[in-house]
């Protein structure tokens, strides 16, 4: 059970939907300069990763908790390959509407947005090789 128990935290602090807010706060630390702030303690890098947390974690999650409180999905957990179409879809629109905020935004680098881009066609693919069978986007 400790092990169990173990696997969990971890899955949960390295859930795919973080992972873009991963990639913002570590590329704060290295060079806040790019964003255009000293720091990221700056409330400017704070208002940004409060932003890209809740379009890329929060709603997402959101809507899924959602989908489990109409029935169209078992478990949040998501047992089956089925189950999981809709959450990559919704996901999938919030990516690309975050990706395109940015691609046009002169204070988020470069860098940033081809991550995002990256973040897009990773959650894309995953989406297209769960249609032919249940992957872990996870691994």
Same mark, same amino acid.
């Given at each position: !059970?400790?092990?169990? =128990?173990?696997a969990q935290v971890i899955s949960l602090v390295f859930h795919p939907l973080l992972i873009v807010t991963y990639m913002l706060v570590t590329l704060? /630390?290295?060079n806040p300069y790019l964003?255009? %702030?000293? &720091?990221?303690s700056d409330p400017t890098s704070r208002e940004l990763i409060l932003r890209v947390f /809740? =379009? *890329?974690?929060?709603?997402?999650?959101f809507s899924v908790a959602m989908l489990r409180?109409?029935?169209?999905?078992? &478990?949040? #957990? !998501? @047992?089956? @390959? #089925? #189950?999981?179409i809709g959450p990559y879809i919704i996901t999938g629109v919030f990516y690309l509407w975050m990706f395109r905020n940015f691609l046009?935004? =002169?204070?988020?680098? *470069? %860098?940033? *947005? &081809? /991550? !995002?881009?990256?973040?897009v066609i990773g959650l894309f693919i995953a989406f297209f090789f769960n249609?032919? &069978?249940k992957i872990s986007a996870h691994a």
């Amino acid at each position: !059970m400790l092990i169990r =128990s173990i696997a969990q935290v971890i899955s949960l602090v390295f859930h795919p939907l973080l992972i873009v807010t991963y990639m913002l706060v570590t590329l704060l /630390l290295i060079n806040p300069y790019l964003f255009g %702030v000293n &720091s990221i303690s700056d409330p400017t890098s704070r208002e940004l990763i409060l932003r890209v947390f /809740l =379009s *890329t974690f929060f709603i997402p999650a959101f809507s899924v908790a959602m989908l489990r409180f109409l029935g169209m999905i078992n &478990s949040i #957990e !998501m @047992k089956t @390959k #089925e #189950e999981r179409i809709g959450p990559y879809i919704i996901t999938g629109v919030f990516y690309l509407w975050m990706f395109r905020n940015f691609l046009d935004n =002169s204070n988020i680098p *470069t %860098v940033f *947005t &081809s /991550l !995002m881009l990256g973040a897009v066609i990773g959650l894309f693919i995953a989406f297209f090789f769960n249609i032919f &069978s249940k992957i872990s986007a996870h691994a």
